[in-house]
Structures are given as C-alpha cells and as structure tokens.
C-alpha cells in the first residue's frame, strides 16, 4: 500500500477482498451497497474508456479496475471528495489507470468532447432537493440531493458522453423508476435491463440497477430480483459472493 497522507476525521477500509483500500470518512461520504452491486451489475468492456459520474470518493472506479483493463475516469464535483478518491486511487498504485476528475459532469463533455466512452456507470443523487428538508451537512446534502445535478442532467451528460452503442449503467430508488425509464429515453438512452434490490424475500425492494444502450431498440429484461438477507438476517449467498468471491475462496 503506497503512503499517502489521511487527514483528520478519515480513515482508511479495506474494499471487499479485492486487496484495495479506500479513503473514508462519516462527516464526508463512506461508500455503500448500492456503489458495491452497481460495480459488479455494469457490463464493461476489456479495453476501452469507462467513466463514473458522481464518483464520490471513488469507490466505484477501484471496484471496476479488478473487472477491466480499460481505462477508467471519475468526476466529482465536491472538491474534498475528488481529493480523496485521487488519494486512494494513489494508495492503490492505480494512478497510470485511473483518472479522477474534479468538476461539474454537465460542463465535461467540454473537456472531453462527445461521444469518447464506451461505458459509463451511475451513483446519482437520488433526491430532489423538494424532498422535504435538507438535515445533512454539506457534503452529505450534495450526496444525496440533486443539489448541483438532477437526474435529467445526468442522462443528458450521459447521452453526450457515451458513444453511440455504449451501455450506461445506473443504480436509483425504486420509487422513481417510471421518471428514470422516461428521462433516458428523452436522451437515447434505451433501458434494457432491469433488477431489483430487495433487503429481504417478500419486501419491497429499496434498489434497482438499469442498465441502458445508447441509440438502443426497445426490448427491455427484467432479471431475478436480488435478495440481500436470508431468513437468519445474514447475507444470501449472492452478496456474499459479490462482496467476498466465491465460497471455496473465502478466508
């Protein structure tokens, strides 16, 4: 593990079982699960460029470097948290693959142009900032509100971004689901496979991941939903794979 200076109020986690460690921080951002199954649900390709819009401490781009060897770009807009993933991206000896990014994801394609990713995933904010009032700090308020990004300017983003044929992969909330299907297909973004995230077997579910082909046809599937606990309260088999590998190689 490289050094690297970790300030007050952070620490440092291992990420899964891959070997790589990440910068966090409770007052900041800490990633979650919805960052963890999206890196392991986006189809990517083997070569090419993959971007992460709102890549918060980069949880998202490490995860992808152990699935590819494309080259792999994150942006965020909060300054302190780009510093962050910039960090743990250095601690894990993955600055020659990973690029991160500090800006705004509407302004990007000025940088980049259109049209230069073949993948692209998605950890948005998942609220409107109407949504009642904001009780985070700062950080956490930009996070989780569409403060500085709602979810149309990420699909228009998106669109821009992404090279005809490309695949952008999001995870939500449920609940928005019928605005999310109807603001892609405004962009080009075709949605073309679906799975749910349910915390248990018979609950609602509390996630969904899409994934959707820019320029694609309609011809939508919707997988076997993911169920996060067993009866026991423990993790079904799945996750624990997704989170530790397969069982013959746990520790």
């Known amino acids: 593990m490289n050094q690297v200076p970790i300030y007050e109020q952070e620490r440092v986690d ?8 990440i910068i966090q921080s409770d007052e900041v951002f ?17 070569y090419g460029k993959i971007l992460d819009l709102c890549t918060g401490n980069g949880v998202i781009p490490l995860l992808l470097s152990t699935r590819t060897e494309a080259e792999i770009e994150g942006i965020e807009i909060q300054p302190r948290l780009a510093d962050m993933a910039r ?7 993955l600055s020659q693959r990973i690029q991160i990014r500090e800006g705004d994801l509407r ?5 980049t142009g259109h049209g230069v990713y073949d993948a692209i995933t998605v950890n948005p904010p998942y609220m409107p900032v109407t949504t009642g009032e904001v009780k985070l700090n700062a950080h956490q308020a930009i996070a989780r509100h ?16 992404i090279r005809p044929g490309g695949k952008v992969s999001m995870v939500h909330k449920p609940q928005r689901l019928g605005e999310i299907i109807t603001v892609l297909r405004q962009y080009r973004l075709e949605p073309k496979v679906i799975r749910f995230v ?11 991941l899409i994934e959707a082909l820019r ?3 309609p011809d939508l599937r919707v997988l076997p939903p993911l169920i996060v606990y067993n009866e026991n309260g423990e993790y079904c088999e799945e996750i624990m794979n997704i989170y530790y590998g397969p069982k013959e190689g746990r520790v």
């Not at 291992?14 to 460690?21: I, K, P, S, Y």
């Not at 960090?87 to 000896?93: C, D, P």
């Open 87 to 93: 960090r743990s991206v250095e601690m894990n000896g």
């Open 198 to 208: 349910h915390p248990r077997a018979g609950s609602e579910a509390n996630m969904v």
């Open 14 to 21: 291992d990420l899964l079982t891959q070997e790589l460690h």
């Open 107 to 111: 302004e990007l394609v000025k940088v």
């Open 146 to 161: 569409e403060i500085h990004c709602s979810l149309e300017e990420v699909a228009a983003a998106a669109m821009r971004l």
């Open 30 to 46: 800490s990633f979650s699960m919805d960052a963890v199954l999206l890196a392991r649900f986006a189809p990517v390709p083997k």
């Open 215 to 217: 320029d694609g046809k």
